[in-house]
């Protein structure tokens, strides 16, 4: 499936609907069935498959955007993809909750949820490229009031990081106040700590 997603999404895409319609209706007894594994390398045997000149794996973004904008978003979304030849490989689209307990509300309202993963070589060519796409991504979103999840990568600027989270240099503050030894610490506190300095 993984391999038909890369080289004719139009199968993939008939294989998988027929797969997920035909269990409409079915009741399962716990969430243990939807548990995964990853498999390290997965992407090695499809880059020699797909004759690739980099190594390349998928990388993931969420998105959210106001229930009522999700058609206007995704028509948007299909012509940006299109224009910018963007390597999307599959998503998901779910309904969350609005989040009224987190610092950082990634839901500042019932949002629809999108999930992109987008295929990306890691060359410099293609680690650009996946910069500029997901910068892309962000945007959009802010162009329909939505959101971005934070942590998947570095690569929101701090305009977009101020416009869909208002709040993040209070919560760097806060960070500040109550962890001043600086105990709990990630790169990517690191990095958005340098960006708001």
């Known amino acids: ?4 997603a890369h080289v004719n999404k139009q199968k993939a895409f008939e294989l998988y609907a027929a797969h997920y319609l035909a269990t409409d209706g079915q009741i399962y007894w716990s969430d243990t069935h939807q548990l995964s594994v990853y498999i390290a390398n997965y992407h090695e045997e499809l880059d020699q498959k797909l004759n690739a000149k980099n ?3 998928e990388m993931i973004m969420e998105i959210y955007v106001p229930l009522r904008s999700l058609p206007d978003f995704l028509e948007r979304i299909r012509k940006d ?12 689209i779910r309904l969350i909750k609005q989040d009224d307990e987190s610092f ?7 949002f629809a949820c999108i999930i992109f993963n987008l295929h990306v070589e ?6 650009e490229k996946a910069k500029t796409d997901f910068r892309r991504l962000i945007d959009r979103s802010i162009e329909f009031s939505g959101n971005f999840y934070l942590t998947y990568h ?3 600027t701090k305009k977009q990081i101020s416009t869909c989270y208002p709040q993040f240099a209070k919560f760097l503050s806060l960070k500040r106040k109550f ?18 300095e």
């Open 104 to 110: 950082l509300a990634w839901a500042r309202e019932n």
């Open 179 to 196: 962890d001043a030894g600086e105990v709990f610490q990630t790169n990517w506190y690191h990095h958005f700590k340098k960006m708001f």
């Open 55 to 57: 190594p390349s794996s």
């Open 1 to 4: 499936m993984l391999f038909l």
């Open 122 to 127: 890691h060359g410099f060519a293609g680690l």
């Open 81 to 92: 993809f299109r224009e910018n030849q963007v390597e999307f490989i599959y998503g998901t």
């Open 154 to 156: 570095r690569w929101a």
